[in-house]
């Protein structure tokens, strides 16, 4: 018997599981985001459920964001992908929050 009242299947939940996907450097597809940041043609600030994920590239675009699901899909050429440290995480959100007021 269907429940079709049971309010735990409308509820928003960000994705626990953290994946990566980088296809020809050109689409990346990134799970697990709770946030974003901030970003640009040239860098993104994701916050992710595994930490803080810099994203750089040249010409870089936000195709898809489902904050629901936690998903990002980005286009451009991808350069370099890199984690923040938790001791660092404080300190780079402050440096991006100053860049992009």
Do not use: C, P
Not at 11 to 25: A, E, F, P, S
Not at 54 to 59: A, F, T, W
Not at 77 to 94: M, R
């Amino acid at each position: 018997m269907n429940n079709y009242y049971d309010k735990s299947e409308n509820t928003t939940r960000v994705q626990n599981d953290h994946y990566v996907k980088l296809n020809n450097r050109k689409e990346l597809e990134i799970t697990g985001v709770k946030e974003v940041d901030s970003f640009d043609n040239e860098e993104f600030l994701l916050e992710t459920v595994m930490g803080y994920l810099i994203i750089r590239g040249q010409n870089l675009q936000l195709q898809n964001l489902d904050v629901g699901d936690g998903v990002v899909s980005i286009k451009g050429k991808i350069y370099e992908l890199s984690y923040v440290d938790e001791q660092q995480q404080e300190k780079a959100k402050g440096f991006f929050s100053k860049l992009f007021r």
